[in-house]
Each structure stands twice: as C-alpha cells, then as structure tokens.
C-alpha cells in the first residue's frame, strides 16, 4: 500500500552548473539523443545547448525551414536561452529561435547543433554571475494591491484568510539569497493539459461565475522509493485545464524513477521549462499567475508568472513566460499527482513516493479567497497500468484552523 496525502506547493532553487559538452559527446548526439529520449520520455537527460538573445526573451523554437514541431525557451537575466537536445528524428540539427523580448523587441537566432559553439557556455556567462539579495519587505503588508508588490520585486500575497499567508508573509519579510536562474527548457517535454483521470489524481476548485487568478502552495518534496519500475511523475498545482480548456498554467515538482527531482513551470500547450533542482523533504513554496509580460497579474496579459521559493534552503527564482495563445480561463483550480501521458499515448506507472504533503489555496479577479471549504470541489481518480486506484480525499483543518488540507490515500491492488 502507498499511502498518500497532499494540498498545495510551490518550488525554487536554480539550475546551475551548465557545462560544455565534450567533443565525443558531441560526435554522438544522432544516437545519444534517441536512445535517451526513448528512455525519459523526452530530452530531460540530453545535453544542454545555448544560444544567445534579449535578456528574459521568450522563444519559439522549430527546426529550420518548418513550423512544427515548435517549443518554447525562456532565456536569463543576460539573454542566454538554454534547452537540452530535442530528438534529431523529428527536430533535426538546424534550429531558429524566434524570440521576443518584454519591450516587444523581437530577433531571430538560428543553432546548429552540429557545430561545437553550440554546446559552449556564453562568453557572457563564462564566470556564473554572483547572487543577489532580495532584501525583507518592511512596509505595511495590507497596503499594497497585488501588482504592486510585483511592481517592488515580491510576490502577491495570498489571502489572510488561508494557511499560506503566513508562509508567504515570513517570505517576503526575510532577506533572501537568490542565485543566478538559469531556467532550461525540454523542447519535447509536456505534461497534459486537459482533466483525463487515468493520470491525474487529486482535487480541483470549480466555483460558477468564478476566474481564478492566483494559486499557492507550499509542498513538502516527499522521497521516491525505487521499487525497480522506470516512473515519470509530478505533483504540481495550477488554473485552467478541465472543461476544455486549452491553457493550462501550471508549476510542480517532477517525482520519478530511477530518483529525480526538478521544478518545472509549464503554460500548456508549450512544453515544460526546468527552473531549479529539489531534494527530499525540501519545503518549497509554488504560486503562479496569469500576467503580461512584465509579471503583472492580468489575465488576458498572454504571459504566467512564477515565483517559486525554497524555504528550507532559503533560495528563490522569478520567471515570466509567454502563452501558447489559448484564451485564458481560469475555471478551475487543480492541485494533482500526475502518472504523465507521453504524447504517443503511453501513460507511466504513478511513481511510489510514500507520503507527500501539499496545503494551499486560490483568489479570483474579485479577490476573493477559495479553498476546499469555500468551493465545489471533483475529486479526481487515477488507476495506472499497476492498477493503482485513488480513494476520495479527506480533509481536516490545519493547526492555524485554516480549511486547506487534503489527504489522499493510493492503495495497489494486484
């Protein structure tokens, strides 16, 4: 039996360390990217190649000469846009980036990753640019609207009335160390976007005549336990993706088999961007929102906002990325454990994590406060190819009297 308990989250810390491929390497990225991306699911576990552009430009990715398949790259504070090797099968070696920047400015890149410059850090980031401090809010937290504290640098707040407040207050008012993000982007990564309960399993929010515009959790990153089965899974909270919708905003933390853990955001139907690395038992803060392209909430901005925050290893990262195009609608709020669906159909074994914790919440465009007290709430059912079935949820006040704690227990029966 897999007993399992989850609520809501968020995640942080910075992918760093990006190296130079060597040349043997190199030589054999036709075979290498096949045979790995055949075993992941996707290129999670190719080599990283760069290209340079606007700083925080969003791109478009697809191989020369064709429109599809296409990706999406979000490049850093300095304009390096980094993505690990798509499978040459259907990407082939000749790529064109077609960025735009915040300011609207926009550029062509083209990489040839048959080329050694293409797997060579930037001159620009030879040296990885030191941290900064996000130094500790001290004004009066209630007198500022949301987008004002993103105007300053923090993350809009969640509502008095929810369990997460104290978590984001103590956020915002601690100094904090946030290292250089190197976000990279898994061109052939997705995870799906629409409600299918063979691999999702969890609860979402559904209020009539209401548009969520903000969801925040804290998750607790449980341990995965390898019981010998190749797992690819995540947990993760998000809007929009049940009765159709087709723009999904969402951020989680990826939980598989052989053991790896990474945050990733995603604005479904775009692939997924990795933006930091988690560890067992890390606390880590999630929260998401529809935006322009300078982070303001606004949902019919076209860009998602988020800001993810280790608060066991004090640590945080920023990231702004563009839609897919898909009207945002925001109808529901889902927190989900996921069995990933591969895009040829195959469904992974749900990855066997033993306890996982998530509490959180969401607000709409009225700022109005919704958790699992104030809304209809589906529960969703998952069984996977091991015949792993969901129990319907249960829920308890926490030990702050806040209503947004969920517990679901997995049970295998064979």
């Known amino acids: 039996m897999v007993m399992n308990r989850v609520s809501i989250a968020v995640l942080a810390l910075v992918w760093s360390g990006c190296s130079e491929a060597p040349s043997s390497e190199r030589q054999q990225i036709a075979q290498s990217t096949e045979a790995l991306s055949s075993q992941a699911g996707s290129s999670i576990n190719n080599p990283i190649a760069f290209a340079t552009t606007m700083p925080y430009a969003n791109c478009q990715t697809h191989p020369a000469g064709q429109s599809t398949p296409r990706g999406q790259i979000v490049a850093d504070d300095l304009g390096v846009a980094r993505f690990h090797v798509p499978p040459a ?25 048959q080329e050694d410059g293409a797997f060579k850090v930037p001159s ?9 401090t996000r130094h500790a809010f001290a004004g009066d937290l209630t007198a500022f609207t949301p987008n004002q504290f993103i105007a300053m640098g923090y993350p809009p707040p ?33 995870n799906p976007g629409s409600e299918t309960y063979p691999n999702w399993g969890g609860t979402e929010l559904v209020q009539p005549n209401t548009q969520y515009n903000d969801v925040s959790a804290e998750l607790v990153v449980p341990t995965v336990t390898n019981n010998g089965v190749t797992t690819n899974s995540s947990m993760w909270v998000g809007m929009g993706g049940d009765n159709g919708d087709q723009a999904l905003i969402q951020a989680g933390v990826e939980l598989d088999n052989p053991a790896a853990y990474y945050a990733w955001i995603e604005y479904w139907t775009n692939n997924y961007i990795t933006v930091g690395s988690a560890h067992p038992n890390d606390n880590i803060w999630v929260e998401c929102w529809p935006s322009d392209s300078s982070g ?12 993810l925050n280790n608060t066991t290893a004090g640590w945080s990262t920023w990231t ?9 609608t925001g109808a529901t709020a889902e ?3 996921e069995a990933k669906k591969l895009s040829g159909g195959t469904t992974y074994t749900l990855t066997d994590y033993g306890t996982a914790y998530m509490y959180g919440s969401a607000n709409d465009t009225n700022g109005n406060y919704h958790d699992f007290s104030t809304d209809a709430t589906n529960y969703i059912y998952t069984t996977d190819s091991n015949n792993l079935s969901m129990q319907q949820p249960s829920f308890a006040y926490d030990s702050g009297g806040f209503y947004d704690q969920t517990d679901w227990t997995f049970q295998r029966s064979n």
Do not use: Q
């Open 296 to 307: 303001n909430m606004n949902v019919s901005g076209g860009y998602a906002t988020y800001f």
């Open 335 to 337: 927190f989900i454990i």
């Open 124 to 132: 620009i980031e030879a040296t990885t640019p030191p941290p900064t």
């Open 158 to 190: 969640p509502s008095s009335k929810s369990a997460g407040y104290a978590i984001w207050k103590r956020i915002v008012t601690t100094d904090a160390v946030v290292p250089h993000a190197e976000p990279v982007a898994v061109l052939d990564g997705y």
């Open 320 to 328: 702004t990325i563009v839609g897919p195009g898909n009207t945002y």
């Open 89 to 113: 099968a259907t990407w082939g070696y000749d790529l064109v980036l077609d960025c735009i920047a915040p300011n609207g400015k926009r550029e062509s890149v083209n990489v040839n990753l």
